[in-house]
């Protein structure tokens, strides 16, 4: 029965994906912004998500918005449809002109971190169609691995891995990822990282994000402090009718003797580039995430949990 369910879950797809694929991109991203829209009014439970985190990121005076949660959280929804036509069409080899359309800055953060020789790790998050980001670094630059978890479907994870490796890039799976992403360093490769999502107890710290505690992974410090490598912010954004993906300086690391008061001063300067870039860009993050879970409203910087 779950096999058919996800064989009925991948012709879904295929029967959404295609249809947008084949569409001039100005008329499939009118698609996909009315998809998002539906999306919105559909998934209620995750819209209601969305809009209260973004409420309570304004009660806590973390975020300035002219517009209510409601109208935020919606243009959210709508980010997300434009990026899935966007991606179909590139799954479908038909996304050449969206990837050549990227504008990237600060490249030169980046050759020279590359230039070290010690691997480079970018940090990044939901943001804008971090898809995008990704396929066009594999184009533009050098293969990247990004570390994910494997969707729960395993057809639709062989059609993402697929495509992915046509554009150069690699999967790194979450579960005994270390010796994977140590290798690909070791040979002055490239990582990719989202780290704003809530990991459990063992795997970060809880630290103040958008005015509120939330656990943070501390996997890019570590990292970093074993092997050397240069960590970089890396977003993208719209602008108009294109995306703009900008690399930051690489970030220097705490020089704390208390190597665990070190880590979690990096994890902080890490999360803090995201939450810049939501300040500027509020509705293209990915608001849908139960981000604040097993959090006590007090218990910043202590790692305390819910009971």
Known sequence: MRSVRRLLEVVLFFSLSFPVAVMPRRVALKVGGTLG?????????????????????????????????????????????????????????????????????????????????????????????WELMAISFGVKFDRISSIARPQNNPYMNT?????????????????????????????????????????VREEGYVLEFLGRGAWTTKMPALIARKTGAAVLPAFINREGDRHVV??????????????????????????????????????EWLWIHRRWKRVEPSSFDTGEIDS
Request: hydrophobic share 40%; with cysteine; proline share 2%.
């Open 37 to 129: 829209l539906l999306l919105f009014h559909l998934w209620g439970s995750r819209s209601r998500i969305a809009a209260d985190n973004i409420g309570k990121a304004i009660g806590a005076g973390a975020l300035e918005a002219s517009e209510p949660p409601e109208a935020i959280a919606k243009k959210s929804f709508i980010n997300l449809g434009k990026s899935f036509v966007e991606i179909a069409k590139i799954y479908y080899g038909l996304g050449r002109g969206i990837i050549d359309n990227v504008e990237v800055r600060g490249r030169e953060h980046y050759l020279k971190a590359k230039a070290k020789g010690r691997g480079v790790i970018f940090i990044t998050g939901h943001c804008g169609n």
């Open 159 to 199: 059609i993402i891995e697929r495509a992915r490796s046509r554009y150069g890039n690699g999967i790194i799976y979450k579960k005994g990822a270390l010796k994977d992403v140590l290798s690909e360093l070791r040979k002055n490769g490239v990582i990719g990282i989202l780290m704003d999502q809530a990991v």
């Open 246 to 283: 900008c690399f930051y300086p690489e970030i220097q690391l705490a020089r704390d003797e208390d190597n665990e008061k070190a880590v979690i001063e990096d994890t902080k300067r890490f999360s803090g580039f995201i939450e810049d870039y939501i300040k500027q860009h509020p509705s």
